[in-house]
């Protein structure tokens, strides 16, 4: 293998990033940005003119992940769990004193950001479960005084909640029978909430509020009611009245970027074979054609000051780490602040090239293959990568896992398989009920595309993934073992009745959705055990690795725990790692490290590329 190049430290790739997720302070003449204290990730401050940062936040255990500067340019607020627990507290940071104050300091309680509005600087409402696990209350939250006071209760079946302009709860959606969701609004604070529409199972997962206008007499809603693909439409509160704002026919609106003071539409993103934007708002184009200039990777507006003159640009290439600058309307003038991986720039990073197949079906599927760079035409071994949610997708742009793939001589394919988001809702309904059913058959169809093409060495293929793509890599092993060589899977569930029996507490509303798309527990019992991949552990024939969270709210660590005893039981070869500080996925870089170190071994046994000592 002595033409591949350099072998990429793995904490070059799965490490803690250098610098990552920079914000600009609200009046902008400060940033923020996450970088390691003592190997843990913590928030910085400080002048972007003489390039002098200090850590703000003190954590010392999993790293602070998500934060964001209130709107009074005085605190910064994270959000932080124990152990991977998913329960979120929130925390505020006054930058003149230093002092970090909790400021949900409860138990099994998890926090949600609801709403915040640069008008109302010293305010947030937030989502919290305090009272019942199952749902969230909307709470008001002064950041003066620390004060809570709650302000929206829930009915029972609500699971999202949307504020206007004025910080007034006026807008939610609530679980229906059969899938389907209910859009609610109401005139005021303290109206009566009414329905404004409904969207059937069949738009459920395709269909959502966005925001308020600013005079609060309508709503920015992504929805497919009409359409296949999503569209984004102005939804009159009075009347229901639709306006088209975007649509494409095919895919479905990714994201939108909405103007901080007027709350008109200013940007609509589609994520075909990479993120396209389209400009609606000219006040804003010329300053998105400089943007663009910059980096010929996929931008997007993370940042922006007050007076909207300061943004902060991040974008994603294939083969680089991710870049961020600064940019000033004002001006035009730019500034390069850091790559988040600077050490990655040493190496050489493979392309990632969207493909596309037809399923036995009928059905167009879109992916990507990343393969390691300067090798030639032949067959090679191959790391079928599935993603996981399953409603979710995977995007063109760095990627971590199949950057590390293709590094250790392996070619990565990356499916967005029938029930996958973005390509309309025929194509993700068309997965439903068909765990380890259509949707691996699309799995399957992939690895035969992949060695019809002369990608794939057929002797030396493994499945791997995590959450549903752990899932898939299980069934890959129970329902196809002779299409692969080996199987990884993490936080993969390996029997639907159990998995959905024990969902958390706080996704009880998405109990009717699951019962429709995946199946329900009691009625579908038979059906269930059908696509259970420890129904068929006895079909096992090929080695597996298992990883989990011990404090995985979503998938239990019993889903792994009860195929493991399975395979031992029967002396199935298999590897089997247990992290007893991590939830769903690996946060702590030493826990990812050890996982990463402990795949590549068990991929080059099996499969025969390269590994790091």
Same mark, same amino acid.
């Given at each position: 293998?002595?033409?591949?190049?350099?072998?990429?430290?793995?904490?070059?790739?799965?490490?803690?990033?250098?610098?990552?997720?920079?914000?600009?302070?609200?009046?902008?003449?400060?940033?923020?940005?996450?970088?390691?204290?003592?190997?843990?990730?913590?928030?910085?401050?400080?002048?972007?003119?003489?390039?002098?940062?200090?850590?703000?936040?003190?954590?010392?255990?999993?790293?602070?992940?998500?934060?964001?500067?209130?709107?009074?340019?005085?605190?910064?607020?994270?959000?932080?769990?124990?152990?991977?627990?998913?329960?979120? /507290?929130?925390?505020?940071?006054?930058?003149?004193?230093?002092?970090?104050?909790?400021?949900?300091?409860?138990?099994?309680?998890?926090?949600?950001?609801?709403?915040?509005?640069?008008?109302?600087?010293?305010?947030?409402?937030?989502?919290?479960?305090?009272?019942?696990? @199952?749902?969230?209350?909307?709470?008001?939250?002064?950041?003066?005084?620390?004060?809570?006071?709650?302000?929206?209760?829930?009915?029972?079946?609500?699971?999202?909640?949307?504020?206007?302009?004025?910080?007034?709860?006026?807008?939610?959606?609530?679980?229906?029978?059969?899938?389907?969701?209910?859009?609610?609004?109401?005139?005021?604070?303290?109206?009566?909430? @009414?329905?404004?529409?409904?969207?059937?199972?069949?738009?459920?997962?395709?269909?959502?509020?966005?925001?308020?206008?600013?005079?609060?007499?309508?709503?920015?809603?992504?929805?497919?009611?009409?359409?296949?693909?999503?569209?984004?439409? @102005?939804?009159?509160?009075?009347?229901?009245? /639709?306006?088209?704002?975007?649509?494409?026919?095919?895919?479905?609106?990714?994201?939108?970027?909405?103007?901080?003071?007027?709350?008109?539409?200013?940007?609509?993103?589609?994520? /075909?074979?990479?993120?396209?934007?389209?400009?609606?708002?000219?006040?804003?184009?010329?300053?998105?054609?400089?943007?663009?200039?910059?980096?010929?990777?996929?931008?997007?507006?993370?940042?922006?000051?007050?007076?909207?003159?300061?943004?902060?640009?991040?974008?994603?290439?294939?083969?680089?780490?991710?870049?961020?600058?600064?940019?000033?309307?004002?001006?035009?003038?730019?500034?390069?602040?850091?790559?988040?991986?600077?050490?990655?720039? /040493?190496?050489?990073?493979?392309?990632?090239?969207?493909?596309?197949?037809?399923?036995?079906?009928?059905?167009?599927?879109?992916?990507?293959?990343?393969?390691?760079?300067?090798?030639?035409?032949?067959?090679?071994?191959?790391?079928?990568?599935?993603?996981?949610?399953?409603?979710?997708?995977?995007?063109?742009?760095?990627?971590?896992?199949?950057?590390?793939?293709?590094? @250790?001589?392996?070619?990565?394919?990356?499916?967005?398989?029938?029930?996958?988001?973005?390509?309309?809702?025929?194509?993700?309904?068309?997965?439903?009920?068909?765990?380890?059913?259509?949707?691996?058959?699309?799995?399957?169809?992939?690895?035969?595309?992949?060695?019809?093409?002369?990608?794939?060495?057929?002797?030396?293929?493994?499945?791997?993934?995590?959450?549903?793509?752990?899932?898939?890599?299980?069934?890959?092993?129970?329902?196809?073992?002779?299409?692969?060589?080996?199987?990884?899977?993490?936080?993969?569930?390996?029997?639907?009745?159990?998995?959905?029996?024990?969902?958390?507490?706080?996704?009880?509303?998405?109990?009717?959705?699951?019962?429709?798309?995946?199946?329900?527990?009691?009625?579908?019992?038979?059906?269930?055990?059908?696509?259970?991949?420890?129904?068929?552990?006895?079909?096992?024939?090929?080695?597996?690795?298992?990883?989990?969270?011990?404090?995985?709210?979503?998938?239990?660590?019993?889903?792994?725990?009860?195929?493991?005893?399975?395979?031992?039981?029967?002396?199935?070869?298999?590897?089997?790692?247990?992290?007893?500080?991590?939830?769903?996925?690996?946060?702590?870089?030493?826990?990812?490290?050890?996982?990463?170190?402990?795949?590549?071994?068990?991929?080059?046994?099996?499969?025969?590329?390269?590994?790091?000592?």
């Amino acid at each position: 293998m002595s033409d591949f190049p350099a072998l990429i430290p793995r904490d070059v790739i799965f490490g803690n990033p250098e610098k990552a997720d920079p914000q600009i302070s609200p009046d902008g003449n400060r940033m923020a940005y996450l970088a390691p204290v003592d190997g843990v990730l913590n928030v910085w401050v400080g002048d972007p003119a003489s390039g002098t940062y200090a850590p703000v936040t003190k954590d010392t255990d999993r790293g602070v992940r998500a934060y964001f500067w209130a709107h009074d340019g005085h605190h910064l607020m994270y959000l932080q769990d124990k152990g991977g627990d998913e329960n979120w /507290r929130l925390y505020k940071v006054d930058l003149n004193t230093r002092e970090v104050h909790d400021l949900t300091p409860y138990d099994k309680v998890q926090v949600q950001i609801v709403a915040r509005d640069k008008d109302h600087p010293h305010e947030l409402l937030i989502g919290m479960n305090k009272d019942d696990e @199952r749902l969230h209350d909307v709470y008001h939250l002064d950041l003066r005084t620390n004060a809570l006071q709650r302000v929206a209760e829930n009915p029972g079946d609500v699971i999202g909640w949307l504020a206007d302009a004025n910080l007034a709860v006026r807008a939610c959606m609530a679980a229906a029978a059969g899938g389907a969701m209910e859009l609610r609004v109401r005139s005021d604070s303290n109206g009566e909430w @009414r329905q404004l529409l409904r969207w059937e199972s069949e738009d459920a997962l395709t269909s959502s509020p966005l925001s308020f206008t600013k005079d609060g007499a309508a709503l920015y809603v992504v929805d497919s009611s009409e359409a296949n693909a999503a569209e984004l439409v @102005r939804l009159d509160i009075n009347t229901a009245e /639709r306006s088209k704002i975007a649509s494409d026919p095919e895919y479905d609106v990714a994201d939108v970027l909405i103007h901080p003071d007027t709350r008109e539409i200013q940007m609509v993103a589609f994520v /075909r074979a990479r993120e396209e934007w389209t400009v609606l708002d000219d006040s804003i184009r010329v300053d998105v054609d400089q943007v663009r200039a910059l980096n010929p990777g996929d931008f997007s507006i993370t940042s922006r000051t007050l007076d909207d003159r300061v943004w902060i640009a991040g974008f994603t290439e294939d083969d680089q780490p991710v870049s961020f600058y600064r940019f000033d309307r004002a001006t035009g003038e730019s500034t390069f602040l850091f790559h988040n991986r600077q050490e990655l720039t /040493r190496y050489t990073l493979a392309p990632m090239t969207p493909v596309s197949f037809s399923s036995r079906d009928g059905f167009t599927i879109h992916g990507y293959l990343t393969i390691p760079p300067g090798v030639g035409p032949e067959p090679m071994p191959m790391v079928l990568n599935v993603h996981g949610g399953p409603w979710h997708r995977d995007v063109w742009g760095y990627g971590p896992e199949a950057q590390w793939l293709a590094n @250790r001589a392996y070619a990565c394919l990356q499916v967005n398989f029938r029930g996958s988001t973005g390509y309309g809702k025929k194509f993700l309904n068309a997965g439903d009920r068909e765990w380890g059913g259509k949707m691996h058959d699309d799995l399957v169809d992939a690895v035969h595309w992949a060695i019809a093409e002369g990608v794939a060495d057929p002797e030396k293929i493994a499945i791997y993934g995590g959450s549903y793509g752990g899932f898939a890599a299980l069934t890959g092993a129970t329902r196809t073992p002779d299409l692969f060589a080996c199987a990884v899977s993490i936080v993969g569930p390996s029997n639907l009745i159990t998995f959905i029996q024990t969902i958390p507490p706080y996704w009880e509303g998405y109990l009717e959705m699951l019962h429709r798309r995946v199946g329900h527990p009691e009625q579908d019992r038979e059906f269930l055990e059908s696509r259970s991949p420890l129904t068929y552990v006895h079909d096992i024939r090929i080695p597996m690795l298992i990883a989990q969270g011990a404090n995985d709210p979503r998938v239990k660590e019993s889903e792994s725990e009860q195929i493991v005893n399975a395979m031992e039981e029967k002396n199935i070869d298999h590897e089997y790692l247990l992290f007893p500080d991590e939830g769903h996925g690996f946060a702590k870089p030493e826990n990812r490290l050890r996982f990463y170190a402990a795949a590549e071994q068990f991929l080059a046994k099996h499969l025969g590329g390269r590994f790091e000592e």
